[in-house]
């Protein structure tokens, strides 16, 4: 079995969020099973490992954390189109993944580099159970005043489920000590998917943490899918004019600096997310 193994959001290996990849994970060697994608994903440790087989108008495409199978991943998306684009060259692509179809669009930016542009499911946003707010809060260690009003706390919907929380100031963001089992429980029980932990900088620009206990891990360092939430939950409740794009920084505060640029249209079609995507050694 042929792991391939990318970063994402990054055009610099040691940057950005690792993801694996298997191409043709119908044919190498033989049709991967649940449990043997499972336990190739705990092998391969990184917060996802993406498994695509051949479909007729594009890719069938599972995803799965070293603890579980998630409906959709951003970052691991980005690395399984550029690494498609790698062996067939740039173009449209369709993905059908367990939370719908997403086409993705890979090119060569201005330097040469590849990068993917994938287009979120319709997002939805939905309120945040008052009991809910006050257990994640205090698993993560975090009081009301650490919140930013401005950013009230909402679920975020784009392919998966997010907890979306604003911080009031950067201190606060970078501060990410959290009871992981209490946090992972709530989130098992909610269905969340990332507690998404954000910071606006700018109208446009934000720095965020993606706390990833239900995958394994203590935190996402690029996550795609979130950024597409984020997207569509600021659309929603009017905190930015769209068309509008996003500059999000992730992975800072973990020294896996990446860059995921969100495009907002106006209405309420997918989200698009774009990064570069390269290959680790």
């Not at 620009?205 to 891990?217: E, S, T």
Request: with cysteine.
């Amino acid at each position: 079995m042929t792991v391939l193994r990318y970063a994402a959001f990054t055009r610099d290996p040691a940057a950005g969020n690792p993801a694996g990849v298997v191409l043709d994970a119908d044919t190498e060697p033989g049709a991967l099973t649940d449990a043997q994608m499972l336990a190739i994903a705990a092998e391969v440790g990184y917060s996802e490992t993406a498994f695509l087989t051949r479909a007729t108008d594009g890719y069938t495409v599972r995803y799965f954390s070293p603890k579980a199978e998630v409906p959709f991943c951003g970052h691991a998306t980005i690395a399984s189109a550029v690494a498609v684009a790698e062996r067939t060259g740039p173009g449209p692509l369709l993905f059908h993944t367990l939370a719908g179809e997403i086409p993705v669009v890979t090119s060569r930016d201005a330097d040469g580099q590849l990068t993917a542009t994938l287009t979120s499911v319709p997002p939805t946003v939905a309120e945040v159970p008052a009991p809910d707010l006050a257990e994640a809060l205090a698993a993560l260690g975090w009081s009301p005043d650490d919140l930013d009003p401005a950013l009230p706390p909402r679920i975020g919907f784009a392919g998966a489920r997010h907890l979306i929380l604003a911080a009031a100031t950067r201190d606060r963001l970078a501060d990410l000590d959290y009871d992981f089992d209490r946090l992972r429980n709530l989130m098992l029980w909610r269905d969340w998917t990332t507690v998404k932990l954000v910071w606006r900088e700018s109208e446009t620009g934000f720095h965020v943490r993606d706390a990833f206990p239900v995958g394994g891990v203590v935190e996402d360092p690029a996550t795609g899918a979130s950024a597409a939430a984020l997207g569509g939950y600021l659309r929603e409740l009017g905190l930015v004019r769209p068309p509008v794009r996003l500059s999000v920084l992730q992975g800072e505060d973990l020294g896996r600096p990446g860059h995921l640029t969100v495009d907002i249209p106006e209405g309420t079609g997918g989200i698009q997310v774009t990064g570069n995507a390269i290959r680790m050694t």
